[in-house]
């Protein structure tokens, strides 16, 4: 039994020499402190204003046991200080000198700042740490571990030699509670705080506070004088007869009408602009008494000399509405909405529509497949007359109403194509050109102001908010192909689109239109020169008619002579007019004709005639050439065997070498006389031939097929596909030497007998190399590359015949371009229509939002050059991201605002409204109002600015007084103005504490009286060295 008591009784040892939590809090505060270097911090010379300053702050996370701290450093930087380095090498020793928490306290200039932390505004401090519970649910409540938390923080202060205020949030969260303490080298300073929801009655003014102040530094000798700083805030909800309407109100008569529209609404021709609501909520009126002594001023519960309207400082503040709806976001964000919707036309709009856009489909069809035919659109009552057609409009059989109505449609459609094509176009060519020199969009890849797509932009936009929404646009957008498609069978331009080839700085939709307006317009052109040939092919015919006789008469008396000028030229000029006539009738059998290409059988032609004329000058055989119905080219020319025929009988022994040497000037002289020269422009300067100097003319040529940007990266992506080996390169080459192949053979067909270097001095004079021999003579060869053996241009060249534009194969098939674009056009779904569109809805933003007034603005003018830097940006990305057009609109939205609020501002502190001819000053206070947190009001009540708000108050107040009998009997105030929202008052005061013979310290109160609250912070310093 005795072994098993003494195994029971085990003695425990304590180890105090394990930290204890409390102490493991005490080292991290410490540990802190050092790391943020708050032991060194320099002493400024002269306390700042508030408002010449920034706030900065940095957190660190504290655990305390189970429970998590959050402490956070908050101080004020000024643009000028300097950094720590240099003042810290710099600072002296002044022991005699305060700390600089307690300089804050009682210097004057940090009173009532505009935008401070609350700390700040209670006690003047402008560097501070602040320990608070991390969660916000949890609440330091009790006393005792609000003494606890105090007290950890002396400690560390103290160990670290921390000269910088540490406060303690206690109570709950939204009570903004403090407790705190700052340590310096002998003085200490507290930090207390009362928190009421009402205010006692003996405490309720001046008089009270006072005696509180001085409750609390009792116990001194002696009790200067208390220096004190007020200040009244009266708030302005109810502008009586200066608030204006933000927006037009709506007519009527459009109210009523089945179309109905929102506020605002200004048409379809521009972007609406502005708040619906008035984006000024209060204006805040601040009444500063700023220093006088106790004995100046009396105010008690009977009397107070205490009157705003003698206030020597006046400032005020205005309190915006946080999120007001303005117009122009509105609707970009509902337009918006529309790039996330995968619905096509068709869907939206019914199955009416559907077989009508089936229509057009197999009509397209059936002009691919079978140009020759002459074809009759079923529409053809409703487009027959441009002028008439929208009148005429087939209604779509069906119950439910259109989403746009007709009225309205037609008059979109007459402001989106005009009748008047050729004028519109010349005056809005005009426009864009003056629009493409501004500098600020010119990296925009959207369209040109005032161009189809610009209008089509706003329209859209307008008719998604107002007419009808999804269905609406989706009706607009199909009213807009069925009008494209009319266009293009009735030959007509499109307005609105610059000239010329699809310009790759725009967007893709305004190149697609660019593209069919091209497509119209070699239409146009290609049907008058073909109705030229027509009427030139008619009176040649008729010349030749009345002339055979003589003809035959002069072939009859000069049938031995051997010349062939006027003969030859007869002959050929025949069988021209022989082959063009037959293409006229072709031309003549169907009006509509798409496909007028050169037939293959020509070239083949071609061909055998000039093999044939080298093979018979080669042999040399004499005799004529019989031509048969395959060779044209050997009719056209029926001397020209005699004349091979004379050259190769003059030849002799001696020259044979030469001859077979020569044999491509021998091709050449062939060339000159078997073919004419046709498709001449103009001669080119003094330049000559090589082989016969004869001129050089400038040939007609095919102009390259244009291309938009998506045409490109797809011939691109074709040419990349065929690979490195030859068969590819091969194929590569003769892809993109088609252009080329065609100006030879206009070159060659306008110049006989010329030789590649003549093509290439002047198609390409860097590869023309003009040099001096040695006999003094200048003599130009071609380059390097041209001379290589098989290079291209050589291939190219030996694979050209002559034949003129007119007769080639077309490079650029209009018909089939134009069926691709109105293709690519109504295969577009509602979202992708939008996402094309809505680059340019938001450069027309931009637009609007520049014709705003800016002039007093600023700050505005820097925000929305980074809107439209960042605008240009997004817009040329090369994959549209909504997310990114989400933030521009935000960006317009918050400018938007801002105007509005100018424009509220200056509509309430008009010089109408004010009376006086300091309009400059006005519009000064206006726009300080908007780029300040607080502006002060020149000449307080007496000033131009304070005797409109001195007004605004008593007129509010009248209103008040009318309507609420009882409020206005119950007030003892008998003046006009009305009572203040909130009173603050600061009181101050330098005293030696705790006793009389210790050093002076500052002492500070800060009260603040309003209708549900009442609060005091005070920061008491007693001297810690002489007690």
């Known amino acids: 039994m005795s072994e098993e008591t003494e195994d029971t009784d085990v003695f425990e040892i304590t180890d105090f020499t394990t930290a204890s939590e409390w102490e493991r809090f005490i080292a991290r505060l410490e540990h802190i402190l050092h790391d943020w270097k708050l032991n060194i911090v320099p002493q400024n010379n002269k306390v700042k204003k508030g408002e010449n300053g920034c706030w900065k702050e940095r957190q660190e996370f504290i655990q305390f046991a189970n429970f998590r701290f959050i402490i956070t450093e908050h101080r004020l930087f000024f643009e000028d200080e300097q950094t720590e380095e240099v003042l810290s090498s710099k600072e002296e020793e002044t022991e005699d000198r305060l700390p600089q928490t307690m300089e804050d306290m009682i210097s004057m200039d940090g009173d009532f700042p505009p935008r401070a932390h609350c700390l700040c505004r209670w006690y003047g401090v402008q560097h501070f740490l602040v320990l608070a519970p991390s969660a916000k649910s949890d609440a330091i409540s009790s006393e005792s571990k609000c003494n606890l938390l105090l007290s950890s923080a002396t400690v560390a202060i103290n160990n670290t030699n921390c000269k910088v205020p540490v406060f303690a949030q206690i109570q709950q969260k939204w009570r903004r509670m ?36 001085r409750s609390k530094i009792a116990g001194t000798v002696n009790i200067p004088y208390v220096n004190v700083s007020v200040r009244f805030t009266f708030v302005l909800q109810d502008w009586t007869h200066y608030s204006a309407w933000p927006q037009q109100p709506p007519d009527i008569d459009e109210v009523d009408n089945e179309n109905d529209v929102s506020i605002g609404y200004a048409g379809f021709k521009s972007l609406p602009f502005g708040a619906i609501e008035d984006p000024i909520r209060e204006l805040h009126l601040y009444t500063t008494w700023p220093c006088f002594t106790e004995d100046m001023m009396v105010d008690n519960s009977s009397f107070s000399d205490l009157d705003p309207l003698r206030a020597p400082v006046w400032s005020v503040r205005v309190r915006m509405v946080d999120n007001p709806e303005c117009l122009l976001a509105d609707y970009l964000l509902e337009f918006e909405k529309l790039c996330s919707r ?89 426009v864009n050109d003056e629009q493409e020199n501004k500098e600020k969009y010119r990296h925009f890849k959207t369209a040109p102001e005032g161009s189809l797509v610009y209008k089509l932009a706003v329209c859209m936009c307008v008719v998604n908010y107002n007419h009808g929404g999804m269905k609406g646009a989706a009706h607009l957008w199909h009213e807009f192909l069925l009008e494209l498609r009319y266009r293009l069978e009735s030959k007509t331009l499109i307005s609105g689109l610059n000239s010329g080839s699809p310009n790759l700085g725009y967007c893709i939709l305004h190149q697609k239109l660019q593209m069919l307006n091209c497509c119209i317009s070699r239409k146009i052109a290609r049907e008058r020169r073909l109705k030229q040939t027509k009427s030139q092919t008619t009176a040649e015919t008729n010349n030749e008619n009345s002339s055979h006789q003589e003809i035959t008469n002069t072939k009859e008396i000069q049938s031995s002579s051997v ?6 030229e007869m002959v050929v000029d025949e069988l021209q007019g022989s082959e063009w006539s037959v293409k006229s009738n072709k031309t003549d059998s169907d009006s509509d004709e798409e496909f007028f290409e050169c037939d293959d059988d020509s070239r083949h032609f071609d061909d055998k005639s000039s093999n044939s004329d080298e093979k018979e000058i080669s042999e040399g055989k004499s005799g004529s050439l019989e031509g048969t119905s395959d060779d044209a080219r050997t009719d056209t020319c029926p001397d020209a065997s005699a004349v091979s025929t004379v050259t190769s009988q003059q030849i002799s022994p001696e020259e044979e070498e030469e001859s077979s040497l020569g044999s491509i000037e021998t091709k050449n002289f062939v060339d000159s006389v078997a073919h004419q020269p046709e ?55 003769r892809m993109q030497s088609a252009c080329l192949l065609s100006d030879m053979e206009s070159f060659k067909a ?45 291939e190219v060249w030996n694979q050209a015949k002559p034949c003129p534009a007119h007769r080639q194969r077309r490079l650029f098939d209009d018909t089939k371009e134009a069926e691709k674009v109105l293709h690519f056009l109504s295969s577009m779904t509602l979202g992708d229509l939008a996402l094309h569109l809505i680059p340019v809805l938001i450069h027309s933003a931009l637009i609007r939002v520049e014709q705003a007034e800016l002039k ?104 008040f007084k009318s309507t609420d009998e009882e409020g206005s009997s119950t007030g003892q105030n008998t003046s006009q103005f009305p009572r203040p929202t909130g009173r603050e008052f600061i009181l101050r005061t330098s005293v030696p504490r705790p006793a009389p013979y210790s050093k002076p310290t500052h002492q500070r109160m800060f009260c603040v009286l309003m209708q549900d609250e009442f609060r005091i912070a005070g920061a008491f310093s007693e001297d810690t060295s002489f007690q």
């Open 178 to 213: 403090y407790t705190g303490v700052a340590e310096a080298p002998g003085v200490r300073t507290t930090f207390d705080m009362v928190h009421l929801m009402k205010a006692p009655p003996q405490y309720n003014h001046l008089q009270g506070l006072l005696t509180i102040f």
């Open 342 to 430: 995968k619905e096509s036309t068709e869907q939206l709009l019914g199955k009416a529509y559907q077989e009508e856009n089936e229509e057009n489909i197999g009509e397209a069809l059936q002009r691919l497949t079978d140009p020759g035919m002459a074809f009759i659109s079923k529409k053809a009552t409703v487009v027959s007359r441009l002028k008439t057609r929208r009148k005429k409009r087939r209604k779509v059989e069906s119950n439910e109403p259109e989403p746009i109505p007709t009225e309205l449609l037609n008059e979109i459609l007459s402001y989106l194509f005009p009748d008047d094509a050729e004028n519109s176009s010349e005056e809005s060519n005009s």
């Open 563 to 568: 010349s062939v000028s006027a003969e030859e």
């Open 679 to 733: 498709g001449r422009l103009r001669q080119c300067d003094d330049l000559l031939l090589q082989s016969c100097e004869e001129p050089l003319y400038i040939p007609i040529m095919q102009d390259p097929a244009p291309m938009t940007e998506d045409m490109l990266e797809e011939h691109a992506e074709i040419l990349a596909q065929l690979g490195t080996s030859s068969e590819g390169a091969e194929l590569r080459a």
């Open 750 to 794: 306008a110049n006989p007998g010329c030789i590649l270097a003549d093509f290439v001095r002047w198609y390409s004079p860097r590869d023309w190399i003009e040099e001096v021999n040695d006999d003094g003579i200048l003599k130009g060869s071609l380059s390097q590359r041209m001379k290589i053996p098989g290079n291209t241009w050589q």
């Open 856 to 959: 007093n603005l600023p700050v505005l003018k820097t925000t929305l050059e980074q809107i439209i830097s960042s605008a240009s940006k997004t817009t040329r990305s090369a994959s549209q991201e909504v997310t990114k057009y989400q933030e521009l609109i935000k960006q317009i939205k918050l400018v938007e605002a801002v105007i509005a609020r100018s424009e509220s501002l200056k509509t309430k502190f008009s010089p109408q409204a004010t009376g006086t001819k300091n309009q400059a000053e006005m519009e000064t206070f206006v726009s300080s109002l908007l780029e300040q947190p607080e502006v002060p009001v020149i000449g307080a009540a007496k000033g131009p600015a304070g005797s409109l708000i001195k007004k605004l108050f008593i007129d509010a107040q009248r209103a």
